[in-house]
T-cell receptor, first 116, second 114 residues
């Protein structure tokens, strides 16, 4: 069964500190992995999207890594800011078979709180 | 500004009263999708559309209808809403396939069915 597991469920850090969020998946056949940031009450916003051949991708202070062998990804946030407080959602895309559409498998997210 | 818009943003209604949530994108995207988000369950796809007049079911289509008569619009219709459809709804669009390309999400519609 295709699944995406994120850890931790929630995390509190002090402003200026770094943190790393984890995503483990069992999805086949793998197409790509995305990280989204979702502010409370708003729609998710894409941070990164990585295919099988990419093992790291950055977007400002956000750096995502992908290990396709172990089926793990991490999102590292550097020098956190209060505005980083949000839920971070890992989404893995599975390719479709025989012309059928692929599928997106969503993790439940990690809720990050950055305190002053 | 490139965006996905949804209306209304908040809606409280009663069981059985038909309602429509509108979604519009100005990016000329081919693909559009509807999701619902519930605490502890994450985002789940309701329906998606690959182009005008082409729609298909997602993971949780029961109780919902959609239509795609124009490329930019993808309304979600609840013919007879029930309390278990109380949720936060998101529309999303992508230039090509939703599973290959980045999705852009709307701001969400919080629906309460009494």
């Amino acid at each position: 069964k295709n699944q995406v597991e994120q850890s931790p469920q929630s995390l509190i850090i002090l402003e200026g500190k770094n943190c790393t969020l984890q995503c483990n998946y069992t999805v086949s056949p793998f197409s790509n992995l995305r990280w989204y940031k979702q502010d409370t009450g708003r729609g998710p916003v894409s941070l990164t999207i990585m295919t099988f051949s990419e093992n790291t991708k950055s977007n400002g202070r956000y750096t995502a890594t992908l290990d396709a062998d172990t089926k793990q990804s991490s999102l590292h946030i550097t020098a956190s800011q209060l505005s980083d407080s949000a839920s971070y959602i890992c989404v893995v895309s599975a390719s479709g078979y025989g012309g059928s559409q692929g599928n997106l498998i969503f993790g439940k997210g990690t809720k990050l709180s950055v305190k002053p | 500004e490139a965006q996905v818009t949804q209306n209304p943003r908040y809606l409280i209604t009663v069981t059985g009263k038909k309602l429509t949530v509108t979604c519009s994108q100005n990016m000329n995207h081919e693909y559009m999708s509807w999701y619902r988000q519930d605490p502890g369950l994450g985002l789940r796809q309701i329906y998606y559309s690959m182009n005008v007049e082409v729609t298909d079911k997602g993971d949780v289509p029961e109780g919902y209808k959609v239509s795609r008569k124009e490329k930019r619009n993808f309304p979600l219709i609840l013919e007879s809403p029930s309390p278990n459809q109380t949720s936060l709804y998101f529309c999303a669009s992508s230039r090509t396939g939703f599973y290959t390309d980045t999705q852009y999400f709307g701001p969400g519609t919080r629906l309460t069915v009494l």
